[in-house]
T-cell receptor, first 113, second 116 residues
């Protein structure tokens, strides 16, 4: 089983719908992240969390919200999806070292029609 | 603010050619880490290497090598004798010691196509 699991892996939805992407990890890391990947733009940080009581906005948080239900779970919500939120979304975890690499989930491809 | 630039959007080579992927970074910190990730066509992100700002030694791992030069703020990645399986998008990333968020900042990626 993957250490970082994202669900759903693929989702097609309509404009205005509420969508939740879920992420769970078994690595025991306290830091969790949501990134968005768009062609030509690389990965951009949406939200990050250092523990269940510490949630922070990244560079592109508008239109998104998150919930850290437990150390191992970090969900991303689109309250009212719009077409320009069509993208590949990655959840990642990291240990507390500044040198630590990110461990990524397999990605969730979201299409908003 | 930190920034990572990968100016090469796409590179196409023929198998067995050597290829270098460029990465230029900006940071005000003296302590930072640089990373390379690979994203094959299947979509997952695979960690390749980490380098800290105090270690400018080049590193070689099989056909892969990395050249870190603080004087030019660059951390370039070379694949020797490229193979079709090297076809992927490659991302360079930066992590700074003094950033409270301790997140990685990524470049826009370089798509490498290795033709048989």
């Amino acid at each position: 089983d993957a250490d970082v699991t994202q669900t759903p892996r693929n989702r097609i939805t309509k404009t205005g719908k509420r969508i939740m992407l879920e992420c769970s990890q078994t690595k025991g890391h306290d830091r969790m992240y949501w990134y968005r990947q768009d062609p030509g733009l690389g990965l951009r940080l949406i939200y990050y969390s250092f523990d269940v009581k510490d949630i922070n906005k990244g560079e592109i948080s508008d239109g998104y919200s998150v919930s850290r239900q437990a150390q191992a779970k970090f969900s991303l919500s689109l309250e009212s999806a719009i077409p320009n939120q069509t993208a590949l979304y990655f959840c990642a975890t990291r240990d507390s070292r500044i040198s630590g690499e990110l461990f990524f989930g397999e990605g969730s491809r979201l299409t908003v029609l | 603010a930190q920034k990572v630039t990968q100016a090469q959007t796409e590179i196409s080579v023929v198998e067995k050619e050597d290829v270098t992927l460029d990465c230029v970074y900006e940071t005000r910190d003296t302590t930072y880490y640089l990373f390379w990730y690979k994203q094959p066509p299947s979509g997952e992100l695979v960690f390749l290497i980490r380098r800290n700002s105090f270690d400018e030694q080049n590193e070689i791992s099989g056909r892969y090598s990395w050249n870190f030069q603080k004087s030019t703020s660059s951390f370039n990645f070379t694949i020797t004798a490229s193979q079709v399986v090297d076809s992927a998008v490659y991302f360079c990333a930066l992590s700074e010691a003094n950033m409270g968020r301790r997140a990685l900042t990524f470049g826009s990626g370089t798509r490498l196509q290795v033709q048989p």
